[in-house]
C-alpha cells in the first residue's frame, strides 16, 4: 500500500508565506509527476503546480511568480514553496503524486491567508 502525508498548513497573513510538503510511503517502486491541487467549496478543483520526475515544472496562471514547486526524489516528497500569498489562495490543498503506474491523493492540508 502506498500513503501520502501532508504537512505545513495553517494561518498566514497577506504577503507572508508558507511551504507544504507531502511524502510517500509504502511499497514504492517508481514516482513520476507529483503536483499540488486546491479546492474551495463550490469549486472545482484547481490544479496549482505540477513537476516531472526530470524537475520540470509547469503552474496555473494565478500562481506563476508566487509558488514554487519543487521534489527530493531521494525521500519522496514534493514541496510547494508559497510566497506573497493571497486571500484568493485560502483553500484545502492537496498533494497527488504519480506512484507505481497510479495516482494517490494526500489528505488535504488547510491554508487560510487572513489577517
Known amino acids: 500500500q502506498v500513503q501520502l502525508v501532508e504537512s505545513g498548513g495553517g494561518l498566514v497573513q497577506p504577503g507572508g508565506s508558507l511551504r507544504l510538503s507531502c511524502a510517500a510511503f509504502?511499497?514504492?517502486?517508481?514516482?513520476?509527476?507529483m503536483g499540488w491541487l486546491r479546492q474551495v467549496p463550490g469549486n472545482q478543483r484547481e490544479q496549482v503546480a505540477t513537476?516531472?520526475?526530470?524537475?520540470?515544472?509547469g503552474y496555473a496562471n494565478s500562481v506563476k511568480g508566487r509558488f514554487t514547486i519543487s521534489r527530493d526524489n531521494v525521500k519522496n516528497t514534493v514541496y510547494p514553496q508559497m510566497n506573497s500569498l493571497k486571500p484568493e489562495d485560502t483553500a484545502v490543498y492537496y498533494c497527488?503524486?504519480?506512484?507505481?503506474?497510479?495516482?494517490?491523493w494526500g489528505q488535504g492540508t488547510q491554508v487560510t491567508v487572513s489577517s
Open positions: 509504502g511499497s514504492i517502486f517508481s514516482i513520476d509527476t
Open positions: 497527488r503524486i504519480w506512484i507505481n503506474g497510479n495516482d494517490y
Open positions: 513537476i516531472t520526475r526530470g524537475g520540470i515544472s
